[in-house]
């Protein structure tokens, strides 16, 4: 049995990829800060991070969701400490999950990593600039891992989901949140198990010829 590793796997769009994971017979393990997770770990924590990938053992696929919208503000606004908060979990927590299980799937010569970008690394949400600068380095690190890896067995892949129905944007403000939903053409958030079926493809063997890549999953809100 293949085992996955979901970071932020307690709520969310993380929740429904552990779900979907488990359904399709893949033994799950979800990462989160919540003390119900299995592993309690705050991905920005180096050895935190380490420490839980010990205990894990083997993983072949990696579910990289753990984020965080960051602050709601002009970018002039933007606190120091909140905008390197948001790159802490949102960037630093993918480059260190990543580091720290890749080698062990390179030498299996097999494994999946799925990186949760957002719309907004592309097209960039004003009032939401950290979360927006940090999802274009999900996107940018997810590029070069795969390339780095693309003769390996071991598939990089990244999503970019436009507006969904999840806790954290819970914490949007209503006018950030109506205008990105206006933004939509089918006019309407994305359900989490929408996109979880993309990333149960994307962490299969039938993804086979696809690496590097960013996949839109936004509605039809995509531009490029």
């Known amino acids: 049995m293949r085992r996955a590793v979901v970071t932020g796997g307690m709520s969310g769009l993380g929740a429904a990829c552990a779900e979907r994971l488990a359904d399709e017979g893949l033994d799950v393990v979800r990462l989160d800060v919540t003390p119900d997770a299995d592993e309690v770990v705050d991905v920005s924590d180096e050895a935190a991070v380490q420490a839980a990938v010990a205990r894990v053992g083997r993983v072949d696929v990696l579910v990289n969701s753990a984020g965080v919208v960051g602050p ?30 890749v080698p062990a799937m390179v030498e299996a010569g097999w494994g999946r990593v799925v990186n949760l970008a957002s719309m907004a690394g592309k097209d960039g949400n004003p009032g939401l600039s950290a979360y927006s600068a940090s999802k274009a380095a999900v996107i940018a690190l997810t590029k070069s891992l795969g390339k780095e890896l693309a003769t390996s067995g071991v598939l990089v892949n990244a999503v970019t989901p436009a507006v969904f129905e999840t806790p954290m944007n819970a914490t949007t403000a209503p006018e950030v949140l109506d205008r990105l939903v206006s933004l939509i053409p089918m006019r309407r958030l994305g359900r989490p198990e929408e996109l979880a079926a993309l990333v ?5 063997d039938e993804c086979s010829f696809s690496t590097g890549a960013v996949y839109d999953i936004s509605g039809g809100r995509a531009t490029y």
């Open 72 to 101: 709601n503000a002009p970018l002039v606004d933007v606190s120091t400490s909140d905008w390197e908060r948001t790159f802490a979990v949102n960037v630093t927590g993918t480059f260190l999950m990543c580091r720290t299980v």
């Open 200 to 204: 149960a493809w994307l962490a299969s």
